[in-house]
T-cell receptor
Framework: KAGVTQTPRYLIKTRGQQVTLSCSPI?????VSWYQQTPGQGLQFLFE???????NKGNFPGRFSGRQFSNSRSEMNVSTLELGDSALYLC????????????FGPGTRLTVL | DAKTTQPNSMESNEEEPVHLPCNHS???????IHWYRQLPSQGPEYVIH???SNVNNRMASLAIAEDRKSSTLILHRATLRDAAVYYC??????????????FGKGTKLSVKP
């Protein structure tokens, strides 16, 4: 089975721009969660999508949004980028059961200049 | 949210056993104890999880205290490839986590040859 894939792997943007990151989950998985990892804050939960609906949301501003398509692929969007948005963005897929294993992708490294 | 407490760092020698402790005194009866690890430049990966009984898999063993207020991840023979940050996470359907992974700082394990 193919693992979780994320595109692009690296991205450089400037302040004020917006960015869209993509995540393809493991085949058959209906849940996709997004996390932000920074040296200062560590790994933080952004939001989770299950069957095209946002099921849970972390404590991030509205500039961070996401969506999920009928094939379970997910995108997250960050608008009006700030320097502090520079981070590794990870997505994880699972079957959707609350305590099921989450399988992480390699992440997208976003640098905001 | 139920919180976990782990040592910031630990050192081990190659081919020796490693015991990584985790305290979770506020665990609820329905919380599972999950362990993930993050190798350098990779996304986190699942290691093991349990509810009440001790658990074993090909990667590690999980020893859970009888009162469930603490647990220990056991790597039976550490290898250089086990050098990573290990996260102890409580997951449950109810409460703040709603099944999502709430990462703490984790324990950075160094393995010496």
């Amino acid at each position: 089975k193919a693992g979780v894939t994320q595109t692009p792997r690296y991205l450089i943007k400037t302040r004020g721009q917006q960015v869209t990151l993509s995540c393809s989950p493991i085949s058959g998985h209906r849940s996709v969660s997004w996390y932000q990892q920074t040296p200062g804050q560590g790994l933080q939960f952004l939001f989770e999508y299950f069957s095209e609906t946002q099921r849970n949301k972390g404590n991030f501003p509205g500039r961070f949004s996401g969506r999920q398509f009928s094939n379970s692929r997910s995108e997250m969007n960050v608008s009006t980028l700030e320097l502090g948005d520079s981070a590794l963005y990870l997505c994880a897929s699972s079957t959707g059961q609350y305590t099921d294993t989450q399988y992480f992708g390699p992440g997208t490294r976003l640098t905001v200049l | 949210d139920a919180k976990t407490t782990q040592p910031n760092s630990m050192e081990s020698n190659e081919e020796e056993p490693v015991h990584l402790p985790c305290n979770h005194s506020t665990i609820s009866g329905t919380d599972y104890i999950h362990w993930y690890r993050q190798l350098p430049s990779q996304g986190p990966e699942y290691v093991i999880h349990g509810l009440t009984s001790n658990v074993n898999n090909r990667m590690a063993s999980l020893a859970i205290a009888e009162d469930r207020k603490s647990s220990t991840l056991i790597l039976h023979r550490a290898t250089l490839r086990d050098a990573a940050v290990y996260y102890c996470i409580l997951r449950g359907e109810y409460g703040g986590s709603q099944g999502n992974l709430i990462f703490g700082k984790g324990t950075k394990l160094s393995v010496k040859p």
